[in-house]
Each structure stands twice: as C-alpha cells, then as structure tokens.
C-alpha cells in the first residue's frame, strides 16, 4: 500500500435525486411555540461542524469533516449558501443548508436533526420550514437529494413533502477511517 495513500472503508448506498417543480399549494404544519428557526448571518466553520457533526453522526455524513476549516468557511460563505438553525428551548437542535446553485434552482444541501429532536414532532414541521424559506426566494425548481445512509424516514418524508424522485444511483464512498464513524450496519454487507 501506499504510504500517501489514506486508509478507508469502501460503503456502497443509493442515492435518490428529487424535485420540486412549484411550491407547496396547502400550508404546512407549524413549529412547535418553544421552537424557533433563525437564520445565521454568519456561521463559524467551527459552529458548522458541530451541527454537521452532531447531527450526521448517526447517518455517515463524513464529506465536511475531511475538509480544512478555511476550505469550509469558504464553502459555507453567503450568500450563496444559506444556513438555518432550529432552535428549541434556546439549544441547537436541527440544521438546515440552502445552496443556490443556479439562480433558478434552490438546492436543500442538508437537512436534518441532532439524534435526541428525532420523533420529538419538530421534523415535519423544520421541513416545511426549509421548502418555504427556499420557495420564498422564487427559485423555478428546488432540489435536495438523500440516500441510504441517511435516517430511513427521509425519503418518505420528502415525498410527503412534494418532492418527485428523479433517479437513483449507486456510490462507492470511500469513508476515511481516520474519521472512526461507525458505519451503518444495514450498509456493512
């Protein structure tokens, strides 16, 4: 082996791209009253990482954490990208991303909550939440992707959401072992 060369764990997952063609015509469910979602003016790389962190733990997002803080920073600068923290109870318990890719397309890059919010009722809700934040910049499409690494609600809840499936493919991800993420048992065999 390659002394350059780092060591990793080859995981197969699918990934399934999805759309949104208009927004949402009905309203959504509303947040609990302690929770509340600010959009950060400004996010530390550091403050990033630890949402990035907590909350893909469980679900082997490993991507971001290979990369520097600076490259980070930079990656994760408005405006851009947008980055929204639901709060309940003053604590960070969820994040959102939206990416502008084109500017008629919105991109939901990442979503999700920290794994003691989960099936606490505020997921729905933060979602609905992140669709109309998008939509309310009048992009003509919104995107998100998720695959099966990720919670095994996410897809049915984007398609509950109005998000259409577009394809599914299969990725060979080469998680660095050096990271020491537990890797999902369902994506060992």
């Given amino acids: 082996m390659d002394a350059l060369r780092e060591a990793v764990m080859e995981v197969a997952v699918d990934v399934t791209f999805l759309r949104m063609a208009s927004a949402p015509a009905e309203a959504g469910p509303a947040l609990p009253p302690a929770a509340r979602v600010v959009r950060l003016n400004h996010c530390s790389a550091q403050f990033y990482r630890y949402l990035y962190d907590t909350v893909g733990a469980p679900w082997l997002w490993w991507m971001r954490r290979t990369v520097e803080l600076g490259e980070l920073q930079h990656a994760i600068a408005p405006p851009r990208v947008s980055i929204h923290v639901l709060y309940v109870g003053g604590e960070p318990v969820g994040f959102y ?3 502008r890719r084109l500017p008629e397309s919105m991109n939901l ?9 989960i099936g606490k009722g505020v997921g729905k809700p933060f979602l609905r ?6 939509w309310a910049e009048a992009p003509r499409q919104m995107t998100v ?8 609600r ?9 998000f259409t499936p577009l394809r599914t493919l299969r990725e060979i991800w080469p998680v660095p072992l050096r990271l020491g993420l537990k890797v999902p048992e369902h994506l060992c065999s």
Avoid: K, M, Q, R
């Fill in 97 to 99: 991303e939206l990416e």
């Fill in 109 to 117: 890059s990442y979503f999700g909550l920290v794994p003691w919010a």
């Fill in 129 to 134: 939440h992140a669709i109309d934040a998008a």
């Fill in 145 to 152: 992707n998720t695959c099966t690494a990720d919670h095994p």
């Fill in 154 to 162: 996410a897809l049915p809840n984007y398609i509950a959401a109005g």
